[in-house]
C-alpha cells in the first residue's frame, strides 16, 4: 500500500525557547490521516494518490535528476512549492496477519538543495523486507539552510523538518502498521549526513533507535560548517537588500516572493564549484551549520565528548564515490579517459570548498596518490580514490570509530 500526505507537525512548534521564525512566509497546513480504517478498499495492491509537490529547488536540475533516478520511464511532471512538508508511506498489502512491523525513514540526499521523496520508491523494500518505508521531505537550499548565525536566521531549518517529520512518525505511524519503538533512520549523501547530524542532536533523542548513513556524514566538509554568515550576506547582496545587519537583510529578504527566491537559487550556482574566484570564498552548498539549539558544537566536539545518541549505526560508502562528481562539479568530462598530475593538483585546489585542502598541501597529496605511475589513465583513476576517500571515506570512518568509542554497535562497509 502507498500512501501519500501532508505532515501536519510544524518545525516551528519544536525550536527551543527564543528560538526565531524560519524564513518564509506562513502557509496552509494539511491534517495527518488518522487510520486505516477511514479508507476505502485499495485497488488490486496500491492505492496511489498524487505525488506531492516537492520542495522549491532548481527545477531544471531536479528535473534532469528525477529523470536520471527512474531511467526516464516515468517523465514525471515536477511541481515545486514551499507549502512541501509531505512524506509517503509504504507498507506490505497485507498488515493484518503481522503485528507492528519495524518503521525504516528515508532522507533523500541533493546536497541539501536538490531532492524530493517521489523520486524513491519503497515499495519493493516494504513488501521484500515486510517494514514500513517512510520517505520524508524537508526545505532545501535558501528555504531551509539560509543562517545569518544569529537570532534572525540560525538555520538547519531543513534539519527541523526532519525532527518534526520524525515526531509525526511517533505519533502517528502506528495507524500504518508500524512499531513507533523500532524506527531506523537511513539516507543517502546529504541524507547520510543529515542521519549523522540527528544522531548528534538532541533535538532528536528517542525518535529513533537506530541509524544508517550512506555516502555521508556530519563530518563532510562540504555539508557542515561552523557558521555560513559569509553566504547569507552574498545572497543579500544579489537580492538587493542592505546588509547593514542581519536584522536588515533578514527582514528584507522575507519580503521576497517564491519566484524571486527561486531566481536567488539559480544566481547562487549550488552544487558547482567557481574556479575564477578565491576557491576559499566560493558556497556551491548551503550548509548544516552550529546554531546551538540542533547542533550545539562542532560534530567533532560532540564525538569527542561522547554525548550523542548513542543507537546501533551503519555508516558507508561506494569504491569510486567522486566518480560522478568530477564531471558535474568540476566540470571534467568521462571522455576524457585520462589525467596528468599537473591538472589534477589544480583540479584538487579548485575543489576546496568540498575538501578542505589547504593549497599549498595539494601537491603533497595528488603526489602520495598518483606519483607512483605515469600512466595518465591510471592517475585519472588514484585521483578518483584521492578525491573519495577525503570527501568521503576519511569523515565515515572517523565518525564510525568514534561513535563505537561512546559503546553502542557499529559497522562500516564498501560497495
Request: proline share 6%; with cysteine.
Amino acid at each position: 500500500m502507498v500512501l501519500s500526505g501532508p505532515s501536519s507537525i510544524q518545525a516551528s512548534s519544536f525550536l527551543a525557547p527564543g528560538q526565531p521564525e524560519a524564513l518564509g512566509r506562513e502557509e496552509g497546513q494539511g491534517s495527518p490521516h488518522r487510520g486505516l480504517g477511514n479508507l476505502g478498499e485499495p485497488e488490486k495492491h496500491f492505492f496511489h494518490l498524487l505525488a506531492p509537490p516537492r520542495c522549491c529547488q532548481d527545477p531544471v536540475v531536479e528535473q534532469m535528476t528525477s529523470d536520471l533516478f527512474t531511467n526516464g520511464k516515468e517523465r514525471l511532471t515536477l511541481e515545486f512549492s514551499e507549502d512541501c512538508l509531505y512524506l509517503n508511506i509504504y507498507t506490505p498489502a497485507d498488515l493484518t496477519k503481522r503485528g507492528r512491523l519495524p518503521v525504516m525513514v528515508w532522507i533523500h540526499g541533493g546536497g541539501l538543495v536538490l531532492g524530493g521523496a517521489p523520486m524513491y520508491d519503497g515499495v519493493v523494500l516494504a513488501a521484500h523486507e515486510n517494514v514500513v518505508v517512510v520517505a520524508i521531505q524537508y526545505r532545501l537550499g535558501i528555504w531551509g539552510f539560509f543562517s545569518t548565525g544569529d537570532e534572525h536566521s540560525r538555520g538547519n531549518w531543513g534539519h527541523l523538518d526532519q525532527v518534526a517529520a520524525l515526531h509525526w512518525v511517533q505519533e502517528n505511524i502506528a495507524n500504518f502498521g508500524g512499531d513507533p519503538g523500532s524506527v531506523t533512520i537511513f539516507g543517502e549523501s546529504a541524507g547520510g549526513e543529515s542521519v549523522s547530524v540527528l544522531v548528534l542532536s538532541p533535538l532528536a533523542k528517542n525518535l529513533f533507535h537506530r541509524a544508517i548513513s550512506e555516502s555521508g556524514v556530519a563530518l563532510t566538509v562540504a555539508l557542515v560548517r561552523k557558521d555560513m554568515k559569509a553566504a547569507a550576506k552574498q545572497i543579500a547582496v544579489l537580492a538587493g537588500c542592505k546588509t547593514t545587519t542581519s536584522a536588515v537583510f533578514v527582514h528584507c529578504l522575507r519580503q521576497k516572493s517564491e519566484d524571486e527566491l527561486l531566481d536567488l537559487t539559480l544566481k547562487m550556482k549550488f552544487l558547482t564549484l567557481d574556479f575564477h574566484g578565491d576557491q576559499r570564498e566560493s558556497h556551491p552548498f548551503l550548509t548544516t551549520v552550529v546554531d546551538g539549539v540542533l547542533l550545539p558544537k562542532m560534530p567533532e566536539e560532540i564525538l569527542a565528548e561522547k554525548d550523542f545518541n548513542t543507537v546501533p549505526y551503519i555508516v558507508g560508502i561506494n569504491k569510486q564515490e567522486f566518480g560522478w562528481l568530477l564531471p558535474t562539479m568540476m566540470g571534467f568530462p568521462l571522455s576524457e579517459g585520462k589525467l596528468d598530475q599537473k591538472t589534477a593538483t589544480s583540479l584538487l585546489w579548485k575543489s576546496y570548498p568540498i575538501a578542505n585542502i589547504p593549497e599549498e598541501l595539494t601537491p603533497v597529496a595528488t603526489d602520495k596518490y598518483l606519483g607512483g605511475t605515469d600512466d595518465p589513465v591510471k592517475k585519472k583513476d588514484l585521483f578518483l580514490d584521492l578525491m573519495g576517500d577525503v570527501v568521503f571515506g576519511v569523515p565515515s570512518v572517523t565518525v564510525a570509530r568514534q561513535h563505537r568509542a561512546a559503546g553502542p554497535p557499529s559497522y562500516i562497509y564498501e560497495f
